[in-house]
């Protein structure tokens, strides 16, 4: 965090509500409503969940992905890791712990860079129930040791 950033923290933690908000509308006013609304999804989403991402932000890194096999972007499309987990049995969300699309990333990284390996030891048929697991194992890591934002450099 920028020391600017911890200062406008500092500062906000002890306005009154009514100044603070002249505060966060002149921000509002200069940086436009669509990105507010972006910083707001972003802020509440932060709230929530321990690991959290945006569709956005999602897409961007998983177009960026550069496999195993050399070959770039996405295994699954969010559409086929979803029916892939459903048909698991699995949960798409956790609260508390990470949203969709933290954890499509986590999937997909987990593919990207280790399923080059697995698939020595695991059969195809069970490639995205294996990364499902191991996605899953990495953002409930319980020392709290992987966290996506800072992975991805979020």
Not at 42 to 51: P, Q, V, Y
Request: net charge negative; glycine share 6%; aromatic share 10%.
């Amino acid at each position: 965090m920028s020391d600017l950033s911890r200062k406008f923290m500092s500062i906000l933690k002890r306005v009154d509500e009514k100044s603070g908000c002249r505060l966060l509308q002149a921000f509002i006013d200069d940086i436009g409503e669509e990105r507010s609304y972006e910083i707001l999804e972003l802020a509440e989403g932060m709230t929530r969940f321990k690991n959290y991402v945006t569709e956005k932000e999602a897409i961007q890194i998983v177009n960026s992905m550069i496999n195993y096999d050399n070959s770039k972007g996405a295994k699954w499309s969010p559409e086929e890791v979803k029916n892939a987990i459903i048909s698991l049995g699995g949960k798409c969300e956790l609260e508390g712990e990470y949203n969709w699309w933290a954890l499509y990333v986590t999937i997909e990284m987990v593919h990207s860079d280790e399923w080059g390996v697995l698939k020595t030891i695991v059969e195809s048929s069970k490639e995205a129930a294996v990364c499902y697991e191991l996605a899953k194992a990495k953002l409930l890591d319980k020392d709290e040791k992987y966290n996506v934002r800072t992975y991805f450099q979020l």
